[in-house]
């Protein structure tokens, strides 16, 4: 165990669960952009730009202790956007709903909700608001100064378009210039540099984040969002079937000098989703049968069996109590034969990233943050300290979430892993609503010994 905390940050006023990272004042270094946004409507209500040790760069919009809670992805990105070497912050105003659609925590459906005032529902308790049946005004991006969170520029982009949004080269340029902006679950549209909406996709769920990858090499991103893939112009390049559940996870990677494409879905229309890998011109490779395959990240867990594996947290198979049963981490070699299992208790939340925490081409391990199921009273699951283990499923390290007195919480929500401590290792970055943490591997790092040394000095 040679975990060490280097950051401890009191967050509990600005907070929460989604934090991005970029150099915000380019002086070469990482900052950290905490955003918080209303639970019940989803809109960003806070950022804060501070540096590694939590000093406060800028701080745009009102914070609260309410407003740690993500209920989704957040329209919040870091980029050059007008490509002058500095970063800029894009963030995205939500339109007004003037008919939301709401879905109703005790009532366990959407129902739809009449507003058409800004900030309505804001800190309504109990209720999430998906969409809207009829929208008012347009969804704004945001484009803020990095260092100082003044704001550069703004532009209209479709009302319902706030769920999240990614970077991608729709328009043939030098460089990712365009957008991908989406809303929850029904619509996706390209958006070019100067705001002009390119298409609008709406043949089938765009589930979660897309991946974005020139697949076809004609300079272009494509969008790969599970059974599609859709080309830079909007046109579907192809369209397999499957259980039309949304994707939850999906990757473009090369494998044996192919780029395949992977991604992971829950159950839908009463059929299970799993892993499934495609060749780029649709073809399906393989498919692994899971519960609800949350999240897969491809990685190099155990390179003896090649240069990719995949690693995939299951939430398990639901039950008629409604209790997922059996979910565990599973590592796939890349053909899809599963090579390693560690189950995890009945009902258990499992959020994991790859982590390259050994360093110097020693396998990658996985940074674990484990729950009981979600708890509407403290709205978050009741959490197990986050840990760093191999693809066996052995613990490397326990990364207790810790105040900046030293003493210890249970209160906090994921792990990311970034190499903000430049030793080329990646630290793990623990996200929360009190505290936020660093830690990184103080090990001593394996270097093969230089030999035919000279020490010449040049008289
Ligand atoms: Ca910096
Ligand atoms: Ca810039
Ligand atoms: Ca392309
Ligand atoms: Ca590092």
Request: proline share 5%; hydrophobic share 35%; aromatic share 10%.
């Amino acid at each position: 165990m040679t975990a060490r905390l280097v950051s401890a940050i009191d967050t509990r006023n600005f907070g929460g669960d989604t934090v991005r990272l970029g150099d915000l004042n380019r002086d070469g270094m990482q900052e950290l952009l905490f955003v918080q946004s209303d639970p019940c409507t989803r809109a960003v209500t806070c950022l804060t730009a501070t540096d590694l040790f939590g000093k406060v760069l800028w701080q745009a919009g009102t914070p609260s202790p309410d407003n740690g809670c993500t209920y989704s992805d957040l329209a919040v990105q870091i980029y050059d956007w007008d490509n002058d070497g500095a970063n800029e912050v894009l963030w995205v105003e939500q339109a007004i709903y003037a008919e939301s659609i709401v879905w109703d925590y005790a009532a366990g459906k959407h129902i739809i909700i009449p507003t058409t005032r800004r900030g309505e529902l804001n800190g309504r308790k109990g209720w999430a608001q998906e969409g809207a049946k009829r929208y008012e005004e347009t969804a704004i991006m945001h484009v803020l100064d990095g260092a100082t969170g003044n704001e550069k520029t703004k532009f209209q982009i479709p009302a319902p378009a706030d769920d999240c949004f990614a970077f991608a080269n729709l328009t043939g340029g030098p460089r990712r210039s365009d957008l991908i902006v989406k809303d929850r679950y029904w619509n996706m549209w390209g958006v070019s540099h100067e705001g002009q909406v390119l298409w609008n996709y709406t043949k089938s769920n765009p589930g979660h984040y897309p991946v974005v990858a020139d697949v076809d090499g004609d300079g272009r991103d494509e969008v790969f969002i599970g059974w599609n893939l859709i080309d830079h112009d909007g046109a579907i390049l192809w369209t397999l079937p499957g259980a039309q559940s949304h994707q939850d996870s999906v990757h473009v990677v090369r494998m044996d000098g192919k780029l395949r494409l992977i991604f992971s879905h829950g159950e839908g229309e009463g059929l299970n989703g799993g892993v499934h890998c495609l060749t780029a011109d649709g073809n399906e490779l393989w498919t692994r049968e899971f519960g609800h395959a949350q999240i897969v990240v491809p990685g190099q867990f155990q390179p003896d069996l090649g240069p990719i594996q995949f690693a995939v947290a299951d939430l398990g198979w639901v039950q008629s109590a409604g209790v997922r049963k059996q979910p565990a981490i599973v590592i796939l070699d890349q053909d899809g034969r599963e090579i390693s299992r560690k189950p995890y208790p009945d009902g258990a939340s499992i959020f994991m990233v790859r982590i390259d925490w050994l360093g110097d081409g020693a396998p990658h391990c996985l940074a674990v943050a484990e729950g009981g199921p979600f708890d509407p009273a403290i709205r978050r699951s009741r959490m197990v300290p986050p840990v760093i283990q191999s693809a066996e499923g052995k613990v490397v390290e326990r990364l207790p979430p810790t105040w900046p007195d030293g003493h210890e919480t249970e209160n906090y929500t994921y792990v990311a892993a970034a190499d903000v401590w430049g030793d080329s290792r990646e630290e793990t970055l623990v996200t929360g609503r009190e505290c936020f943490n660093i830690y990184t591997n103080a090990d001593l790092l394996p270097r093969e010994t230089l030999y035919n040394a000279t020490f010449y000095h040049g008289r």
